[in-house]
């Protein structure tokens, strides 16, 4: 990290350090860390410079305004590399240290973005019944990125909704696996999803059929059903028909 703030110093004069505020736990403002990818000069505009207010018909272009705000002639050749890799979000690990945000959970949103999607989407305020998090199953299943319209946010819920009906610590590593995989080779957390979830799949089907089977696989059951009775059993039979 020191080495990334270094090179961000030397790109372009400034702090290394981009402070801006997100919606937190509970719907709590708090203030996020990332590493500077712009020029001073281009850094985003305060909240009421982007005017997320107006009639209806104004959404698309309020929302252009908040999600471009930070589009490319401000950001710097270092920024560039940062943003391809996320490592502009490792300083957010100071966040997680001050108990704001934690590992894995839903990225936080800057409050204007909420706003302008509350009106459409109603339970977008789910996502921060946990503690948003550095990555999570939106960030690893395709739904990373820009939000250029409702589909896309309404997406981007879906799996943050799903993630916490789910959520289990196994989850949460697989998650925290899965995200470098993802940045660094395409369709690769796909890959290691489908490889994942293949496995899950053949361990119920194996415990549907020990379970079904009385501790027997299926195959076994079937050659035990169509074997020959042994003369211990026809005794037992025989048995069990003289006390009927």
Known sequence: MLLIALLVRLDSPGPALFRQTRTGWRGAPFTIFKFRTMRMAACWPAPAAIGVSGPPDSFQASLRRIQTANAAPGVTRTGRLLRASSLDELPQLLNVLRGEMSLVGPRPHMPELDALFRPRLPHIDRRYAVRPGMTGLAQIGGARGPTPDVAAMAARLEKDLAYMRGWSLRRDLAILTMTPWRLLVP????????????????????????????????????????????????????????RA
């Open 187 to 242: 369709g690769g957390a796909a890959t290691v999803v489908a490889a994942t979830t293949g496995a899950a799949r053949c361990r119920t089907a194996r415990s549907g059929a020990l379970i079904s089977g009385g501790g027997f696989s299926a195959a076994r059951r079937a050659r035990t059903t169509h074997m020959a009775p042994t003369p211990l059993h026809r005794e037992r039979m025989r048995r069990s028909a003289g």
